[in-house]
């Protein structure tokens, strides 16, 4: 099953490397997001200082969904959707390729973002070991529950508008947790963070189970 | 409601064959009084609490409100979960009307709190974890609308709602917990200590009582409108077809 779901994996990130939309379109959005947080609020009053692990995980949720809406839009052309179900590969691979490239595409956009806020507003790490937990956890979350409501909006007209509505409000406990994870490791103490870890683990642990069974029904209609 | 029956969709049964029934219409008027006597004993033989004072009415229309949105949540999910396991027609479009309903008993639950809100503590919203989460519980039945509102086949509509539907308890349970403590890693809750939680009783908790009863009635009544409007507008649109069909045939037959 592994194999079969990084042959999708190897697959979306083909298209990706070649393409090169989400390096050239979706990775200078998010540093634009940065930017435009720095005008919003100005650097010099100490505002964005205090803001920057929100403005991180807001900038990477409006970034994922551009990601996640690329994810899907690649399969409906050409008819990848059919060729994938007439492919026998079971549903569940299906799903976790989804999962492992847009997971991919997001951990190298969060290394990026992170640079740029060390980078542009000066923030300070205190603790990396949370940090990099939080991240890979946050990512995971993300992943997998992007793609779960990406395919429930997969193949609609109203696909771009129907994905924000169904996907923010469910990864709103993934937002609070990774801020306050983010707090805790930049300049706060570690220790208050891992709890946000863990509330985080059992979202992705829910969202894991839900993709497995969720994603054969749906990828089983005409 | 004797002819709704679980029944797949080919069937001897023909379900609802109007919007509402002798059974529906006795109940609306059951209803109507349990508003008329929630009004009365409200609004009038109750008296002011000696905390909140007159906005303590508001709560008898609040409390019920919410639990009548959450039973509507939990419908979803489950008429959802027997969708997708059963392929039961009938119970998705209980889920349906359970979203509709429970949505809107969410928007009375957050008007008429923001309506007790601003005369007891000053402002019409606090980041409280309750507030919070309701508000967030009304985002995620709206998701579900939108998919259960798209213009696909019924077949496609369904079976994503339902995917939104199933997961949309566990959504609100995550959520909830998720706020809670971030709320209360803050600040403590002190917001409802001389509220809902202190003692009730006499008449303030007979009219709390009557609008549990009045608001039950009242969701049923709407639950079971929504239901046979909703399988009735399916029949339209699976006829609407064949009827078109068939005189397109008929055309083409006389051409």
Redesign the interface.
Known sequence: MWADAWLVAVKDLRIEFRSRVALNQVLPFALLVLVLFAFALDPDRGLLEKATPGLYWVAVLFSALLALGRSFSVESADGVRDALRLSGLPPVALWLGKVLSVAIQLLVLEVVLGAGIIVLYGTSVTGWPLLLMTIVVATVAIATAGT??GV??AG?R?RET?LP??V???L??VL??ST?AFEAALGGTPSEGW??VG?MS??AA?YVV?GAL?FG??ME?? | MTIETDAPDDVVDPGPLTTGSRTTAVLGGVALVAIAVLALFGLVLSPADANQGEAVRILYVHVPSATAAYIGCFLTTTGSVLY?WRRSRWWELVAFAGAEVATLFTVITLVTGMLWGRPTWGVFWVWDARLTSTA?LL??L??YL??RR?S??Y??RA??AA??G??LV??VI??R???Q??RT?HQKPTLFSNGLDSRIEGLMLFSLFTGFIAIALVFLWLLIHRFRVAWLAEQVAEEGLEAAIAERRAEGASA
């Open positions: 779960l409501y429930v909006a609609l109203v129907l509505l169904l923010l409000p469910v709103a406990p609070i947790g306050r709890p946000w509330l059992v979202f829910v839900a969720g029904p749906l209609e005409t | 997708l967030m985002l995620l709206l998701g939108a998919v798209l696909a086949d077949e496609v079976k994503r995917i939104v199933l997961l566990p959504n995550i959520v917990q998720s706020v403590w971030w890693l």
